[in-house]
């Protein structure tokens, strides 16, 4: 199976220059889990699905996790705090026709649960843990690992 039988079009992508409190915002109006982030100059705002973004515009993404270990736990202000100082860089991506097994593989070697989908230069969506459970149950053993490992980490500190 490849990836793109797996991708979530509900991808949503902003600009790093917004508040950490605006891109919490964007995700519970969405309810989703990240954003991608792209630079300014290249759009302004929220695109509601930014599907068609140029990957080479991909800076960055931000996850309910990072905003809950890098700001929530550390005491920092969401309203002060912009995307560009708290997001992960050098995101890693995949081709929408790559099988789901690189997705996962990528995934557990780089302790990961998402990444964004790119189909001829152009982000066409995202692929979770959760997605590839969904359709590739036998892979669960090694998002497992990743998951468990995320888990782990919070426990740990």
């Not at 792209?38 to 800076?59: S, T």
């Not at 969401?78 to 099988?99: A, H, Q």
């Not at 997705?103 to 230069?121: D, F, G, S, W, Y």
């Amino acid at each position: 199976m490849q990836v793109r039988d797996a991708t979530n079009k509900k991808v949503v992508v902003a600009t790093k220059d917004i508040s950490v409190k605006e891109a919490a915002r964007i995700m519970a109006k969405f309810k989703i889990g990240s954003l991608i982030i792209i630079e300014k100059q290249k759009m302004k705002g929220v695109i509601n699905y930014g599907l068609g973004v140029e990957a080479e515009n991909i800076v960055g993404i931000i996850t309910e996790s990072d905003i809950i270990r890098k700001i929530v736990a550390t005491g920092l202000d969401p309203v002060n705090v912009k995307l560009e100082e708290v997001m992960t860089k050098n995101v890693k991506t995949i081709d929408s026709s790559k099988d789901i097994e690189e997705a996962c593989q990528m995934m557990t070697e780089n302790k990961i649960k998402r990444l964004p989908v790119i189909e001829n230069k152009r982000l066409v969506g995202i692929i979770t843990t959760t997605d590839i459970i969904a359709v590739e149950p036998k892979l669960i053993e090694n998002l497992a690992k990743v998951i468990l490992f995320s888990e782990r980490q919070t426990v740990a500190g």
